[in-house]
Protein backbone atom coordinates (compact mmCIF):
# COMPACT_ATOMS: atom_id res chain seq x y z
CA UNK A 1 0.00 0.00 0.00
CA UNK A 2 2.57 2.15 0.65
CA UNK A 3 4.36 2.44 -2.48
CA UNK A 4 0.90 2.16 -4.12
CA UNK A 5 0.12 5.70 -2.40
CA UNK A 6 1.87 7.60 -4.66
CA UNK A 7 0.08 6.51 -7.88
CA UNK A 8 -3.85 7.08 -6.23
CA UNK A 9 -5.46 10.07 -6.72
CA UNK A 10 -7.16 11.91 -3.89
CA UNK A 11 -10.42 9.88 -3.82
CA UNK A 12 -8.99 7.03 -4.07
CA UNK A 13 -6.33 7.39 -1.24
CA UNK A 14 -9.29 8.68 1.01
CA UNK A 15 -11.34 5.09 -0.09
CA UNK A 16 -8.22 3.36 0.73
CA UNK A 17 -8.87 4.53 4.81
CA UNK A 18 -12.21 2.29 4.57
CA UNK A 19 -9.68 -0.37 3.42
CA UNK A 20 -7.36 -0.59 6.15
CA UNK A 21 -10.91 -2.13 8.11
CA UNK A 22 -10.53 -5.51 6.45
CA UNK A 23 -11.05 -7.55 9.83
CA UNK A 24 -7.79 -8.68 10.40
CA UNK A 25 -7.61 -4.65 12.31
CA UNK A 26 -10.48 -3.03 13.04
CA UNK A 27 -9.08 0.26 15.23
CA UNK A 28 -7.07 2.28 13.86
CA UNK A 29 -5.05 5.30 15.88
CA UNK A 30 -3.89 8.54 13.12
CA UNK A 31 -0.24 7.42 13.29
CA UNK A 32 -0.33 3.94 12.49
CA UNK A 33 -3.21 4.94 9.32
CA UNK A 34 -0.34 7.77 8.44
CA UNK A 35 2.46 4.73 8.22
CA UNK A 36 0.29 2.13 6.56
CA UNK A 37 -1.33 4.78 3.49
CA UNK A 38 2.09 6.78 3.29
CA UNK A 39 0.61 10.09 3.86
CA UNK A 40 1.00 13.38 5.13
CA UNK A 41 -0.66 13.89 8.69
CA UNK A 42 -2.42 17.14 7.47
CA UNK A 43 -4.08 15.29 4.57
CA UNK A 44 -4.60 12.41 6.79
CA UNK A 45 -6.83 14.30 9.17
CA UNK A 46 -8.64 16.03 6.37
CA UNK A 47 -9.45 13.16 4.59
CA UNK A 48 -10.52 11.45 8.59
CA UNK A 49 -12.77 14.43 8.90
CA UNK A 50 -14.82 14.11 5.72
CA UNK A 51 -15.36 10.08 6.62
CA UNK A 52 -15.86 10.97 9.84
CA UNK A 53 -18.65 14.01 9.10
CA UNK A 54 -20.46 11.45 6.77
CA UNK A 55 -20.96 8.49 9.40
CA UNK A 56 -18.05 6.60 7.69
CA UNK A 57 -16.19 6.23 10.62
CA UNK A 58 -16.29 6.75 14.26
CA UNK A 59 -13.91 7.80 17.10
CA UNK A 60 -13.19 7.11 20.45
CA UNK A 61 -10.94 8.30 22.82
CA UNK A 62 -8.31 5.49 23.73
CA UNK A 63 -9.40 3.63 21.01
CA UNK A 64 -8.72 5.03 17.78
CA UNK A 65 -11.17 4.93 14.53
CA UNK A 66 -13.54 2.60 13.72
CA UNK A 67 -16.38 1.97 11.11
CA UNK A 68 -19.16 4.43 11.31
CA UNK A 69 -22.87 4.02 11.66
CA UNK A 70 -23.41 4.61 8.09
CA UNK A 71 -22.21 1.18 6.97
CA UNK A 72 -24.75 -0.35 9.09
CA UNK A 73 -27.26 1.79 7.97
CA UNK A 74 -26.57 1.63 3.97
CA UNK A 75 -26.08 -2.47 4.88
CA UNK A 76 -29.60 -2.45 6.14
CA UNK A 77 -30.64 -0.62 2.56
CA UNK A 78 -28.94 -2.77 0.70
CA UNK A 79 -31.01 -5.74 2.38
CA UNK A 80 -34.36 -3.72 1.70
CA UNK A 81 -33.39 -2.19 -2.11
CA UNK A 82 -30.49 -4.65 -3.25
CA UNK A 83 -32.26 -5.83 -6.77
CA UNK A 84 -30.08 -9.46 -6.73
CA UNK A 85 -30.87 -9.92 -3.23
CA UNK A 86 -34.63 -9.27 -3.99
CA UNK A 87 -34.74 -11.51 -7.01
CA UNK A 88 -32.73 -14.34 -5.02
CA UNK A 89 -34.93 -14.11 -1.35
CA UNK A 90 -37.78 -16.40 -2.60
CA UNK A 91 -35.86 -18.43 -4.99
CA UNK A 92 -33.65 -19.48 -1.60
CA UNK A 93 -36.12 -19.60 0.86
CA UNK A 94 -37.94 -22.20 -1.51
CA UNK A 95 -34.35 -24.01 -2.19
CA UNK A 96 -34.14 -24.75 1.22
CA UNK A 97 -37.56 -26.34 1.83
CA UNK A 98 -36.97 -28.37 -0.72
CA UNK A 99 -33.31 -29.61 0.31
CA UNK A 100 -32.96 -29.16 3.44
CA UNK A 101 -29.62 -26.42 4.23
CA UNK A 102 -28.09 -23.45 4.11
CA UNK A 103 -28.69 -21.64 0.90
CA UNK A 104 -25.97 -18.17 -0.12
CA UNK A 105 -25.96 -15.82 -2.40
CA UNK A 106 -22.78 -14.47 -3.37
CA UNK A 107 -21.14 -11.78 -5.46
CA UNK A 108 -17.58 -10.93 -6.99
CA UNK A 109 -16.16 -8.45 -4.84
CA UNK A 110 -12.58 -7.16 -6.26
CA UNK A 111 -10.67 -9.97 -6.44
CA UNK A 112 -12.95 -12.01 -3.68
CA UNK A 113 -16.51 -13.46 -3.23
CA UNK A 114 -18.40 -11.57 -0.78
CA UNK A 115 -21.86 -13.22 1.16
CA UNK A 116 -24.59 -11.10 0.39
CA UNK A 117 -27.58 -12.42 1.49
CA UNK A 118 -28.33 -16.40 3.35
CA UNK A 119 -31.61 -18.35 3.62
CA UNK A 120 -31.45 -21.43 6.20
CA UNK A 121 -33.64 -24.14 7.06
CA UNK A 122 -31.57 -26.43 9.28
CA UNK A 123 -30.10 -25.69 12.64
CA UNK A 124 -27.52 -29.04 12.65
CA UNK A 125 -24.41 -26.65 11.60
CA UNK A 126 -23.55 -23.68 10.12
CA UNK A 127 -21.85 -21.76 7.43
CA UNK A 128 -18.44 -19.96 8.45
CA UNK A 129 -19.71 -18.09 4.88
CA UNK A 130 -21.73 -15.35 6.88
CA UNK A 131 -23.24 -12.10 5.07
CA UNK A 132 -21.01 -9.64 4.78
CA UNK A 133 -17.90 -11.60 5.31
CA UNK A 134 -15.15 -11.97 1.83
CA UNK A 135 -13.55 -15.09 0.83
CA UNK A 136 -11.26 -15.79 -2.32
CA UNK A 137 -12.01 -16.80 -5.23
CA UNK A 138 -10.43 -19.93 -4.84
CA UNK A 139 -11.87 -21.78 -1.78
CA UNK A 140 -15.69 -23.13 -1.73
CA UNK A 141 -18.01 -23.83 -4.59
CA UNK A 142 -19.93 -20.36 -4.38
CA UNK A 143 -16.39 -18.62 -4.65
CA UNK A 144 -15.06 -20.93 -7.59
CA UNK A 145 -17.76 -21.44 -10.26
CA UNK A 146 -17.86 -17.06 -10.03
CA UNK A 147 -14.13 -17.36 -10.69
CA UNK A 148 -14.85 -20.02 -14.03
CA UNK A 149 -17.11 -17.59 -15.76
CA UNK A 150 -14.88 -14.55 -15.23
CA UNK A 151 -13.00 -13.06 -18.50
CA UNK A 152 -10.04 -14.95 -19.62
CA UNK A 153 -7.52 -11.76 -19.02
CA UNK A 154 -8.65 -11.84 -15.44
CA UNK A 155 -7.87 -14.94 -14.77
CA UNK A 156 -4.91 -14.49 -16.28
CA UNK A 157 -3.93 -11.94 -14.00
CA UNK A 158 -4.94 -13.28 -10.93
CA UNK A 159 -2.99 -16.90 -11.91
CA UNK A 160 0.18 -14.52 -12.69
CA UNK A 161 0.02 -12.51 -9.10
CA UNK A 162 0.18 -15.65 -7.18
CA UNK A 163 -0.11 -19.07 -9.04
CA UNK A 164 0.54 -21.03 -5.99
CA UNK A 165 -2.85 -20.17 -4.48
CA UNK A 166 -4.52 -21.94 -7.37
CA UNK A 167 -2.42 -25.09 -7.30
CA UNK A 168 -2.37 -24.97 -3.29
CA UNK A 169 -6.32 -25.22 -4.09
CA UNK A 170 -6.42 -27.50 -6.42
CA UNK A 171 -6.59 -25.38 -9.70
CA UNK A 172 -3.74 -26.59 -11.72
CA UNK A 173 -0.26 -25.80 -11.17
CA UNK A 174 -0.14 -23.62 -14.44
CA UNK A 175 -2.22 -21.31 -16.55
CA UNK A 176 -3.22 -24.16 -18.57
CA UNK A 177 -4.52 -26.50 -16.14
CA UNK A 178 -6.34 -23.69 -14.18
CA UNK A 179 -7.67 -23.09 -17.88
CA UNK A 180 -8.62 -26.73 -18.18
CA UNK A 181 -10.42 -26.93 -14.77
CA UNK A 182 -12.58 -23.88 -15.07
CA UNK A 183 -13.50 -25.26 -18.03
CA UNK A 184 -14.15 -28.03 -17.06
CA UNK A 185 -16.87 -26.49 -14.21
CA UNK A 186 -18.37 -24.09 -17.48
CA UNK A 187 -19.40 -27.30 -18.88
CA UNK A 188 -21.32 -28.62 -15.93
CA UNK A 189 -22.96 -25.85 -14.88
CA UNK A 190 -22.19 -26.31 -11.30
CA UNK A 191 -19.47 -26.56 -8.83
CA UNK A 192 -19.56 -29.24 -5.69
CA UNK A 193 -16.43 -28.79 -2.96
CA UNK A 194 -16.76 -30.65 0.18
CA UNK A 195 -14.95 -29.53 3.47
CA UNK A 196 -13.37 -26.71 1.30
CA UNK A 197 -14.56 -23.64 4.04
CA UNK A 198 -16.16 -25.71 6.95
CA UNK A 199 -15.54 -29.51 7.65
CA UNK A 200 -18.03 -32.01 7.75
CA UNK A 201 -20.51 -30.16 4.69
CA UNK A 202 -20.98 -30.01 0.80
CA UNK A 203 -21.67 -26.61 -1.34
CA UNK A 204 -23.22 -26.85 -4.17
CA UNK A 205 -22.97 -23.77 -6.45
CA UNK A 206 -24.68 -22.29 -10.06
CA UNK A 207 -23.68 -18.84 -11.73
CA UNK A 208 -25.64 -15.66 -12.30
CA UNK A 209 -25.06 -13.81 -15.12
CA UNK A 210 -26.55 -10.40 -15.76
CA UNK A 211 -28.06 -9.05 -19.06
CA UNK A 212 -24.95 -9.58 -21.04
CA UNK A 213 -24.27 -12.64 -19.76
CA UNK A 214 -21.39 -11.33 -17.27
CA UNK A 215 -21.60 -13.26 -14.11
CA UNK A 216 -22.53 -11.25 -11.44
CA UNK A 217 -22.33 -14.11 -8.55
CA UNK A 218 -23.63 -17.03 -7.41
CA UNK A 219 -26.27 -19.30 -5.65
CA UNK A 220 -25.35 -22.00 -3.87
CA UNK A 221 -26.85 -24.66 -1.39
CA UNK A 222 -24.86 -26.37 1.86
CA UNK A 223 -25.63 -29.54 2.85
CA UNK A 224 -24.51 -31.04 6.42
CA UNK A 225 -23.51 -34.44 4.82
CA UNK A 226 -19.96 -35.28 2.75
CA UNK A 227 -21.31 -38.70 1.51
CA UNK A 228 -24.42 -38.07 -0.89
CA UNK A 229 -25.24 -40.29 -3.58
CA UNK A 230 -24.69 -39.31 -7.02
CA UNK A 231 -28.36 -39.42 -7.70
CA UNK A 232 -29.37 -37.46 -4.73
CA UNK A 233 -26.15 -35.05 -5.66
CA UNK A 234 -27.34 -34.62 -9.80
CA UNK A 235 -31.00 -33.69 -8.20
CA UNK A 236 -30.04 -31.14 -5.61
CA UNK A 237 -27.81 -29.66 -8.58
CA UNK A 238 -29.94 -29.17 -11.18
CA UNK A 239 -32.34 -27.58 -8.22
CA UNK A 240 -29.22 -25.15 -7.69
CA UNK A 241 -28.68 -24.11 -11.53
CA UNK A 242 -32.66 -23.52 -11.78
CA UNK A 243 -32.41 -21.11 -8.69
CA UNK A 244 -30.07 -19.91 -10.35
CA UNK A 245 -31.10 -18.95 -13.97
CA UNK A 246 -34.58 -18.05 -12.24
CA UNK A 247 -32.53 -15.01 -10.62
CA UNK A 248 -30.34 -14.48 -13.48
CA UNK A 249 -33.76 -14.07 -15.87
CA UNK A 250 -35.25 -11.69 -13.04
CA UNK A 251 -32.54 -9.32 -12.52
CA UNK A 252 -31.80 -9.28 -16.20
CA UNK A 253 -36.08 -8.58 -16.93
CA UNK A 254 -35.85 -5.90 -14.02
CA UNK A 255 -33.00 -4.37 -15.84
CA UNK A 256 -33.94 -3.89 -19.58
CA UNK A 257 -35.95 -1.11 -20.36
CA UNK A 258 -38.90 -1.07 -21.98
CA UNK A 259 -39.80 -0.19 -25.34
CA UNK A 260 -40.46 3.32 -26.02
CA UNK A 261 -44.19 3.27 -27.29
CA UNK A 262 -44.93 5.17 -30.04
CA UNK A 263 -47.74 7.27 -29.95
CA UNK A 264 -49.45 8.06 -33.41
Known amino acids: MTNA ?5 SLEKMIAILDLFDGSAMEWLPEAMAERLDLPRSTLYRYLKVLTDAGLLTSLPGVGYTLGPRVAELDFRMRLTDPLI ?16 ISLLCRRYRDRVLCVHQEQSIATFRSNYERGRARPLVRGAASRIILAYMPTQVVRRLHEASPETFSEA ?3 HDLSGLRGRLKEIRQRGFDVTQGDLTSGVTGIAAPIFDSRENV ?3 LSVTLG ?7 RLAFVADRVRLCARIV ?3 VARERTPEPAVQLS
Open 248 to 250: SKT
Open 86 to 101: AASRPVMAELVQDVPG
Open 225 to 231: ETQIAPD
Open 5 to 9: GAKMN
Open 216 to 218: LGS
Open 170 to 172: GLG
